[in-house]
């Protein structure tokens, strides 16, 4: 029997911390009879797995280009410095909240200063309609921007078909990929891309609230083209198909991975339309008769950018001084001028065990994928869909000053 690769190590150890960590495998696509080894052997202490993956990180260290790479080994290192920090929670230890984002994602993060939410507060009030208390005046308007139930799936599907064009122009989508779309409802999150495979995906939309019709453009472009199944298919038809690395063929939440992932995901719509997105947007809904005010909806964007650290500060201030689910959504409302029900149901996935330690993954990777594109040049998306990249890659492009 040939000796086990360090690839295949590293898919076995994701694998068995899987059977610990409920939610760790986002998706598996890879050879069968892994996926066999894990399901028929006896369960593995959690120590064990932690042994393994120190090992395995050193290991990877101290391998040459003749084995592995540079690029290669650089994207296993950082994702095996996520599985140790799982593996270590998963053997009991406490991990502080910033020390995990820092191991898992590589960044560092820093709470946002409310100052910024203030200021993003006056470009609010000086665009929205109307006059009286702003957030009043906030959510009628984006209850203006609310559509349909019975046309979110329709609206989903008109979008997707001109941004699946768009992105063809943007990389080569393999032949055969393709995407399904199903409404759920209780979930903490918006929406979901349950990669399954084969250059398939389910896309999981959340209508458990009212969709906006700006927020469902950026879901669709986040979620299917070119974000998440873009990404997927084509890193499984270029990395895994085509150059045989087995590591990309399992897909982990609470690694680099993760933090690339979300940065393709959150500049997608802007790479597929431009920066007059909501223009296009705008075109596409109209027929459906879906409200998009093309007037305050750039407006209301930008301000929300510059209020996305409120999500991070209500993960990190929870973990860290204890806040309560009321105090968190308290400090919701407050800064992003939300309804009771959309402040809890944001709370719930910023202070939800699991997600806590994943919430920066998009502030973060919104700004350094964002800065990487920028700056890299016109093949530089491309490359973030196509390679192995991972965080050290992104921040050795300097973000955008804010």
Avoid at 69 to 95: K, M, N, Y
Avoid at 175 to 204: C, F, K, M
Avoid at 256 to 275: H, K, N, Q, Y
Wanted: net charge negative; glycine share 6%.
């Amino acid at each position: 029997m040939a000796p086990i690769s360090v690839a295949e190590r590293y898919v076995l150890l994701a694998l068995r911390l899987g059977k610990h960590v409920d939610g760790l495998v986002d998706g598996y696509f890879g050879p069968t009879e892994l996926q066999e080894t894990v399901d028929t052997e006896e369960l593995l202490a959690p120590e064990e797995l932690l042994d393994e993956a120190r090992g395995l990180l050193a290991l990877v260290r101290d391998l040459d280009d003749a084995e592995y790479d540079t690029q290669r080994r650089r994207w296993l290192a950082g994702q095996l410095e996520g599985l140790e920090c799982v593996a270590e929670t998963a053997c009991g230890a406490e991990v502080p909240w910033r020390d995990a984002v820092r191991r898992c994602y590589g960044i560092e993060v820093e709470v946002t200063a409310e100052e910024q939410f203030a200021a993003m507060h006056e470009r609010l009030d000086a665009a929205l309609p109307g006059t009286g208390e702003l957030a009043g005046r906030l959510q009628a308007w984006n209850r203006a921007q609310e559509m349909a139930r019975e046309k979110v799936l329709p609206a989903f599907d008109a979008l997707t078909n001109t941004l699946r064009e768009r992105t063809s122009t943007l990389v080569d989508l393999p032949h055969g990929e393709r995407i399904d779309v199903e409404a759920v409802t209780e979930q903490p999150w918006g929406a979901y891309n349950w990669y399954l495979g084969d250059l398939r995906s389910r896309i999981e939309v959340n209508v458990d609230l009212p969709l906006r019709s700006h927020y469902l453009a950026s879901l669709v472009a986040h979620e299917g083209y070119p974000g998440h199944h873009t990404e997927h298919a084509c890193k499984e038809a270029n990395l895994v198909r085509q150059h045989g690395r087995i590591e990309n063929a399992i897909l982990l939440i609470h690694t680099p991975e993760c933090l690339v992932s979300e940065g393709i995901a959150e500049v997608a719509i802007e790479r597929a339309f431009g920066d007059d997105w909501p223009m296009h947007v705008a075109e596409i809904l109209r027929p459906l008769d879906v409200p998009f005010d093309t007037e305050t909806v750039p407006v209301v964007l930008e301000a929300f950018e510059g209020l996305a650290g409120v999500g991070v500060n209500i993960a990190c201030f929870a973990s860290e001084q204890g806040w309560s689910v009321d105090e968190a959504v308290a400090y919701h409302r407050r800064w992003t001028l939300s309804e009771e029900d959309r402040a809890r149901k944001s709370v719930s996935f910023s202070t939800h065990p699991m997600w806590s330690v994943y919430v920066p993954t998009y502030v973060y990777g919104y700004r350094l994928a964002k800065a990487f594109v920028t700056r890299r040049g016109d093949d530089s998306f491309r490359r973030l869909l196509t390679e192995q990249l991972t965080t050290d890659d992104l921040l050795e492009t300097p973000a955008p000053s804010r």
